[in-house]
């Protein structure tokens, strides 16, 4: 590839990404989920003592779980939606307590720390936290 046609991607990479961004900002219409939130809840009511100990954590007055309708999972922290997959398996079950961790530490440097909220999902779906 020569040098231009490697700008020439890497632009058309970039508007790609900046459409997504622009795309997400938009209310996405969401197909709710109860069943995968009623899972969610009563995991959650299990895992309080851990996550009240939680630095930034504060459970959202209300939140929708909504069908996936892109290829991966992702958190609208405006609508306060949570955009998963069905529940198959344990790693299903980290992603959807990794976006409802977006949502519960919105108001948290933790909350925007990938690595962060992945292990504490991790750890939850694993051995409830401790
Ligand atoms: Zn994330």
Redesign the pocket.
């Known amino acids: 590839m020569t040098r231009a046609a490697v700008v020439c991607l890497l632009l058309l990479l970039a508007v790609a990404a900046s459409s997504r961004v622009a795309h997400a900002a938009a209310p996405t219409p969401c197909q709710p989920q109860p069943l995968l939130k009623e899972w969610l809840r009563q995991q959650l009511v299990a895992w309080q003592p851990v996550l009240i100990r939680e630095p930034g954590y504060h459970a959202p007055a209300s939140f929708t779980v909504c069908a996936l309708h892109a290829r991966r999972p992702y ?1 609208d922290l405006r609508a306060r939606r949570i955009y998963v997959g069905p529940l198959r398996n344990s790693n299903d079950a980290v992603s959807v307590v ?2 409802y961790l ?1 949502l519960a530490l919105a108001g948290h440097p933790h909350g925007r720390d ?1 690595a962060y ?2 292990a504490l999902a991790r750890r939850l779906v694993r051995n409830g936290g401790d």
């Open positions: 958190t990794h976006e977006h990938e909220v992945e």
